[in-house]
Structures are given as C-alpha cells and as structure tokens.
C-alpha cells in the first residue's frame, strides 16, 4: 500500500528551536514585548539597585573574611586610638603645668601645639583604616572573579590600592579644610579610584580614570556617593556596623565600577 504524502509547506520547528525563538514556555524571556533590563551603566536605578544587592550579599556569604577581619582592624585601631589619646593627654597635662600660672591663659604656641597633637590621635589611625579598605578591596575583587575570600585574602590588600587609598584621603582632607566642600566634592569624584586600583591601575592612574567615570556618570555617582555617607553614618553608630559598614562601601563601589564600566556583577559565590 502507499504511504500519504508528507503534508507540503516548510517542516514545524522543534521545541528548541521555538524555545529559541521565543515560542512557548521555554522562549517567553525572548519575546520582544517583555520588559527587559537595561544595560549595565544606562539606568540610574537598576545600576544602584544591583550594587547595594551585590555589596550585601557578598558581605554576607564571606563573613569570616570581611566581618572577621573587620573585628581585627577594629580592635587595632582601637588600641591605637587610646593610646595615642593617652599619651596626648599626658602631653597636654604637660604643656598646662609648665604653662602660666592658674587664671591665666595659654599662650598661642601652647594652644597650637595642643590641637596639633588632638588632630595627630586621629592622624595615627588612618593607616589602620587604609590597610583596612586595602584588604576589603581585594577581598571584593576575588569575588568579582568568582570565588570566596578568604582570612588573609581580606586582611591585607595590594600596596598599589593601598597607595591610592592614601592618595585620596589626603586629597579628601585637604579638601575637607578649604571649606569643607571641596572635600566632599573631591570624596565624588575620586569614588572610583579604590576599584581601578583593584583592577590593575598605577595611583595615579587610579585617580585620573575615577575622575573621568564620575564625570560621564555624574548623577549615578552622586546617589551612589549620598548611599555610600548613609551607610557610613549608620555603621557609626555601633562598633558592630562599622565593622560591617567599612567593607560595604568598598564593595559598593567596585560594584558601581563594574556597572558604570558596562559589566554585569556576578552573583557572589555561596560557602
């Protein structure tokens, strides 16, 4: 007996090749009506949302790396912070004893050389902190190739991202006393500097490409900088955040880096 003949017109797709052309179940991510999510670096919203969601996330599924480190630098600048107040104390119990007699007001070397070692307590605690940023960059940038940070990965980072943490906080605080603005303005635009450092950058280079990405995306970084004070303020409040709030920025803003950069985040691996 013959067979029928085979139905005419262009033989019917298979299941994949409709799942790949946004046929059925499997395709509807295809379709061309379905809202899609905007590219890295072009939205305002998604580029913030998609860092905050990043820097928790990877703060939470490597404790031990940012949180445990975090104690130990805590506990460092703590010690150092008392004893420089300690021994400024003693010095100015000093400079009162050996100064004129009760009634009498300090002289202006007197005065001055007190505030110079109030403001050297502080001074010697930045460097606690730069090492501190230092590791939670590196820490972030091991994340950002995938993997899970480790301790030591998180306590001690590159001497070039050390160099540029140096670098902006002594631009910053130059800045933060000619009126305080220029500070905050510098603090903007050298946001990025930290990620390009961790990326590979020199210093210098460092600094020049942060201005230049905070210049193209002014309103992202400026939302992503008022982000950055919050949470820093919050941190204060408690030892605990700080602790928490140190490593958050730094993973915040290499997570702004990659978006404003055109690469998407990877989502942080689990333990």
Do not use: C
């Not at 940012?66 to 130990?72: I, S, T, V």
Request: no cysteine.
């Amino acid at each position: 007996m013959s067979q029928p003949p085979p139905p005419s017109g262009p033989p019917a797709p298979d299941a994949g090749a409709r799942a790949a052309d946004g046929a059925g179940p499997a395709g509807r991510s295809g379709d061309p009506s379905a809202p899609q999510r905007p590219a890295p670096g072009t939205d305002l919203g998604t580029d913030l949302s998609a860092s905050l969601g990043f820097a928790g996330n990877a703060l939470l599924r490597s404790p031990l790396a940012f949180l445990g480190a975090g104690a130990l630098y805590m506990v460092v600048m703590i010690v150092v912070v008392l004893g420089a107040f300690v021994a400024a104390l003693l010095f100015a119990i000093a400079v009162v004893e050996s100064g004129p007699a009760p009634g009498d007001e300090l002289t202006a070397g007197q005065f001055l050389l007190t505030i110079a070692v109030s403001v050297g307590v502080v001074v010697v605690s930045m460097p606690v902190a730069l090492l501190w940023q230092a590791g939670a960059a590196r820490a972030g940038g091991v994340i950002l190739e995938g993997g899970r940070p480790t301790f030591g990965q998180a306590l001690v980072g590159p001497g070039r991202v050390f160099l540029t943490a140096l670098l902006v906080m002594v631009i910053v605080v130059i800045g933060t006393f000619l009126l305080y603005l220029p500070g905050i303005i510098a603090g903007v635009f050298l946001m990025y500097a930290i990620p390009a450092a961790v990326r590979g950058a020199s210093p210098v280079a460092a600094l020049k490409e942060s201005v230049a990405l905070a210049r193209a995306h002014l309103g992202t970084t400026v939302v992503g900088y008022l982000a950055l004070m919050v949470a820093s303020y919050a941190g204060s409040m408690v030892v605990i955040g700080m602790i928490a709030a140190i490593p958050f920025g730094v993973l915040l803003q290499l997570a702004l880096y990659e978006r404003l950069n055109g690469r998407e985040l990877p989502e942080p691996a689990k333990a």
